[in-house]
């Protein structure tokens, strides 16, 4: 019996558009080239590139007019932007594609969205956009939403077809990292919603514009969707002005070079992206297995995470193991068998901003070409277990803060890249991870000017990078997610933000030890002022690292939060008394709180992901930037670098001595090292090393029996637990090596804590009339 | 492009020029790397046997002398075990599970709270070098990190004979 879904009726499609003039549909077309690609192994079939064969420097030429216009049409629209985010960090990118949504060549930015527009290309072909709403040239289609693979709700893509001869050709995409997006609190990557129906307005690739013009009902509707529809407006108008100047590039390529050079051009640089991958594999690592994995805390049992279901107070664990298996024909498998479920928070990631995302870290070590597109996709094999964190079958899933665990999740493939590079001589590209790149300062209220405000520093963008096996990292240097960091001028920030700063230092001790050590984050101190009905909150690690050391060297620091209020500053700034300045040295023995009021209410913790809570002006805010982790024994660090380091306050005294045996002396704040009393010192510690430790097998004997007795906090349990749930895989590894009863488990329904998604859940591919892509293995 | 030697040697040290180190992270890479750096490394060792793979600052794979079997060395010389085993098993530890420990290594607050992660300071027997940290939550399984596929990368990739293995 056939059975109509009443649902499914009156999608209102039109007839068959022919936009390719081919007789065939977008999905058609779509279908062909990945079964060619599936079935020969490259990109579209291309066994042979014969454009770039035949005609290899007009090949280059056609290639470098592309991408120059694309970083061009980048440099020049970012300067219509008004948010510090876009016009002074530069996070925005315009990418190109080809007619089925393949990314030909992207420009300068956070090219993590090379894949999320395609994404939603790719959602337009499979759901017959074409038949309704229809694509015709001088459309524009907007979208940012999470559920088809954009990264997080503040990232908005404008989306332009390009036509040649009424004859679709290809797609640019613009996308820009708007301040706010109305989400339950203000900021571009907010906590305090543990749902998709709080992350903020969601946009579905929605046509938004006709005949280069965006329609009124979108503009008056968006605008009034977020808190900030200044910065809001001008961005769009950045992608606009964007992707109408790369549309026109492409026109003028093609009149210059032929439409038949230009579509060949579309197709190959993918599968010559593709080639190219392989062969940086081949020459810069090595064949075989790496496992890593990283953490991230997720504590939200603590009374400063207001949400607003019940079911999301709990402390939990992201786990992210990877095993990268790489080939002998140099292409690899990233394989995150293992992972822990998604979550009630904003921290989950669709597979594409995990499969796409990953490049913005390539491009920084394996890749760092201008050849990013989607031919480095295509040589990567992804195993992403659907339910995951990293792959939700929810559609509930909040995801406006995916990067906190994307980029821990990516520091373990920078590990495992990095003993590939070490084993193989290229030391210059070691590089132990990167930090995880918080606090995030956001909130909002009514600012300086008196107007609905919502704030997002980006200072995160200049965190400490890792240790390399040849030197140490850099200081405040750069993020994970954007290459081309830049921590804004105090200047800038003081006006975007009603908050002064009253220090802008390098945190000592937050770079990860080692022979070399992570690069220092920084920390600003920032006081509330001129502002009403003002709140912040921090999010970034506290409780644990996601970044660990690498061959010896440390973890870098963990993050704390300081904040303070009722502090009396009004009164010591009025009569001139001294106020707290610079940096938060050495929290072990605080300095602060001696410049404000002994009344004053103190919160100095390692609760490091609050929600919006109430500050005055003349309150104060840490905001300290992590930094990275460290590459080898400390014990093997030079002298001079130890002495450098205390004498610049990098490094307290105290572990000077305790984690790099240095014997010193101090005259006036100068230290001073002694190289043969630090060498014998170093020769003991060795022996205390090894006085204090226990042969690893005798250890597993008692962590065994901790095992057996379910002695270990909720969070750690849960988190196991919620991988145990969705891996037998994992579950037979871990009862293997700690050789556990066959009947033992680990339930989440025996941990106490609510365990809403466990078993009920419900993907949108459920939905009526979706199709959903998917773009790596489940 | 190539690089010397004396080149490659200082890379090891951590004293070559920032001008070449720059040149190195810029150009393509030179194809003979690894076996100028094998040498230079065979160099610094006291050892007699062979490296067949370096894999930390203090940790090779060698081809031991006499029975050519591939092991896990120490450069003090201690064995740890096969190659393909995980040398970690065969290593004394030290877990910091304590705010005390953890405060030894970071200031106040900036160190992991326990109850979520441990670091584990993996230490070679005889001379106590640091071979690595790990900072997994309680529990977890001692990571297998590393599982090189040495033959194909000597034969396949860089064509150099691979050594031979009882
Ligand atoms: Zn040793």
Redesign the interface.
């Known amino acids: 019996m056939n059975v109509i879904n009443p649902l499914n009726k009156g999608s209102g499609d039109t007839g068959f558009a022919d936009l390719l003039k081919n007789g065939q549909t977008l999905k058609q077309y779509r279908d062909g080239i990945m079964k060619r690609t599936a079935d020969t192994g490259y990109y579209n079939g291309l066994e042979k590139l014969a454009l770039r064969d035949s005609d290899p420097i007009g090949y280059e030429k056609l290639f470098s007019k592309l991408r120059g216009g694309l970083v061009h049409a980048r440099e020049t629209a970012k300067k219509i932007a008004a948010s510090p985010i876009v016009e002074q960090e530069g996070e925005l990118c315009f990418t190109l594609y080809n007619a089925a949504g393949d990314c030909i060549l992207t420009s300068t930015g956070i090219i993590i969205h090379v894949g999320t527009m395609g994404a939603a290309i790719k959602y337009m072909i499979e759901n017959n956009w074409e038949g309704n709403p229809r694509i015709n040239p001088g459309d524009m289609f907007t979208t940012n939403d999470c559920a088809i693979g954009n990264v997080h709700p503040c990232d908005i893509a404008t989306i332009v077809p390009i036509f040649w001869e009424d004859r679709l050709i290809g797609w640019v995409g613009g996308v820009t990292h708007v301040i706010d997006t109305g989400s339950v609190t203000p900021g571009s990557m907010s906590t305090g919603q543990v749902q998709r129906f709080g992350d903020g307005y969601m946009i579905t690739c929605r046509k938004t514009g006709v005949n280069d013009t965006p329609l009124r009902d979108w503009l008056h509707e968006s605008q009034r969707s977020v808190r900030t529809p200044k910065y809001w407006i001008l961005d769009e108008r950045t992608r606009i002005a964007g992707c109408h100047m790369i549309r026109e590039l492409v026109e003028d390529v093609i009149r210059h070079d032929g439409i038949e050079a230009y579509e060949k051009f579309g197709f190959e640089v993918i599968e010559e992206g593709r080639r190219g991958l392989l062969s940086r594999i081949k020459a810069m690592t090595l064949p075989g297995i790496y496992r890593k994995v990283a953490f991230v805390d997720v504590p939200y049992t603590h009374p400063d995470v207001q949400v607003s279901s019940a079911f999301a107070k709990l402390d939990s664990i992201m786990h992210s193991p990877c095993e990268i298996t790489i080939k002998k024909d140099g292409s690899w498998r990233l394989d995150f068998e293992g992972a822990s479920r998604w979550g009630w928070h904003t921290f989950n990631a669709h597979h594409v901003a995990f499969t796409s995302g990953i490049w913005v870290m390539m491009s920084q070590t394996l890749v760092p070409t201008q050849r990013i597109n989607d031919g480095a996709f295509f040589a990567t094999q992804f195993h992403l277990p659907k339910g995951t964190w990293c792959n939700p079958d929810d559609r509930r899933t909040g995801h406006a803060y995916a990067w906190h665990f994307l980029v821990s999740g990516w520091a373990a493939l920078w590990r495992g890249l990095s003993q590939a590079y070490f084993s193989r001589g290229y030391l210059e590209e070691v590089n132990a991870g990167n930090a995880n790149t918080s606090n995030w300062l956001q909130g909002g209220g009514i600012n300086q000017d008196g107007e609905i405000h919502a704030v997002n520093s980006f200072e995160a963008s200049s965190c400490g990078t890792g240790a390399c096996a040849v030197k140490d990292g850099l200081n405040h240097a750069a993020a994970i997610w954007n290459p081309e960091g830049d921590m804004g001028d105090i200047e800038i920030w003081e006006m975007a933000e009603p908050l002064l700063y009253l220090g802008r230092n390098v945190k000592a001790n937050s770079g990860g030890y080692g022979k070399y050590r992570g690069g220092c984050g920084f920390e600003t101190l920032r006081m509330v002022w001129n502002s009403h009905d003002w709140t912040m909150f921090f999010m970034g690690n506290g409780f644990m690292n996601s970044d660990w050391g690498m061959m010896g060297g440390y973890p870098s620091a963990t993050g704390y939060r300081f904040e303070a209020h009722k502090t009396g500053l009004k009164e010591r700034i009025a009569s001139g008394g001294d106020i707290p300045m610079g940096g938060d040295i050495d929290p072990t023995h605080p300095t602060y709180e001696r410049y404000i009021d002994a009344t004053a209410i103190v919160k100095r913790d390692k609760q490091c992901i609050t929600t919006e809570d109430c500050y005055e002006n003349h309150d104060l805010y840490l905001n300290y930037l992590r930094g990275g982790p460290g590459f080898g024994d400390p014990l093997d660090r030079e002298i001079e670098a130890i002495e450098n380091d205390m004498n610049q306050v990098f490094l307290l005294p105290e572990f000077a001595r305790k984690v790099y045996g240095a014997v010193f002396t101090e005259d006036k704040g100068v230290f001073k090292v002694d190289a043969a009393k630090t060498k014998a010192r170093r020769a003991e510690i060795r022996k205390e090393r090894l006085a204090r430790a226990v042969p690893t097998r005798e250890w597993m004997k008692e962590e065994r029996e901790r095992i057996i007795n379910k002695h270990a906090s909720v969070q750690v349990q849960h988190m196991f637990a919620t991988s145990f749930g969705l891996s037998e895989k994992f579950t037979n590894e871990f009862k293997k090596f700690w050789s556990l009863p066959d009947d033992w488990q680990l339930l989440e329904t025996e941990l106490g804590v609510p365990s809403y998604g466990s078993v009920h859940r419900m993907d949108l591919s459920t939905l009526p009339d979706v199709t959903t892509v998917v773009q790596c293995e489940e | 492009m190539s690089y010397t030697n004396e080149q ?1 040697s200082h ?2 040290e ?1 004293t ?1 020029d920032w001008e070449t ?1 720059f040149r ?2 810029s150009m ?2 030179d ?1 003979t ?2 076996e ?3 040498d230079a490394l065979q160099t610094k060792v006291t050892f007699k046997d062979r490296i067949v ?6 940790m090779y794979i060698v081809q031991t002398v006499n029975a050519k079997k591939w092991v896990v060395k120490c450069d003090c010389g201690h064995e740890f075990c096969d190659y393909r085993e995980n040398w ?8 910091r599970d304590t705010e005390e420990a953890m ?11 326990v ?3 441990v ?1 584990r ?3 070679c ?1 005889t ?24 033959e ?2 000597y034969k ?2 860089i064509g150099l004979p691979v050594p031979e293995r009882a």
């Open positions: 490659v890379l090891i951590g070559l180190v190195m992270l393509p890479k194809h790397r690894f100028q750096y094998r793979l370096p894999l930390s600052p203090h970690k098993l065969h290593a004394v530890i030290y877990v405060t030894e290594v970071y200031p106040k607050l900036m160190a992991p709270d109850s979520w992660q670091y300071e993996y230490y027997p001379c106590g070098v640091m071979h690595d940290v790990e900072a997994p939550t309680p529990w977890y399984p001692v990571i297998h990190d590393f599982e090189p596929d040495i194909t990368f396949d990739w």
